[in-house]
């Protein structure tokens, strides 16, 4: 299997790959040229409302994996599929997100 990866994840299921201190910049740069950039300090908001994926790894006391949709979406069956090797392992996923997870498959 090849290495998971951090970055924000597109609707389609494309990685646009960044590390976890990038984020937000990548975020910013993102939301800029497709046009969805309300509020550069909530540059990640912005892409979460479009329905973009952020994949990161929780750094302080749980180190598993940190991956956020918006509240409003459900994920894409290009996500679900792109997404489904960082929950093969679920005692690497938060019990919030894979509760999410589980809900919507």
């Not at 984020?23 to 908001?45: F, G, P, Q, V």
């Not at 929780?58 to 991956?67: A, K, V």
């Not at 996500?79 to 498959?105: A, G, H, K, V």
């Amino acid at each position: 299997m090849n290495e998971l990866k951090t970055g924000w994840l597109t609707p389609t299921g494309e990685l646009i790959e960044c590390t976890g201190y990038e984020h937000l910049s990548t975020a910013k740069d993102i939301a800029a040229r497709l046009e969805l950039l309300k509020n550069e300090a909530r540059a990640d908001d912005d892409l979460l409302n479009a329905g973009f994926v952020l994949i990161g790894r929780w750094t302080f006391l749980f180190h598993g994996w940190r991956i956020i949709w918006g509240w409003h979406h459900t994920l894409t069956p290009e996500q679900r599929r792109f997404l489904q090797p960082y929950f093969d392992n679920e005692t690497d996923i938060d019990e919030q997100t894979l509760m999410r997870w589980r809900r919507e498959d």
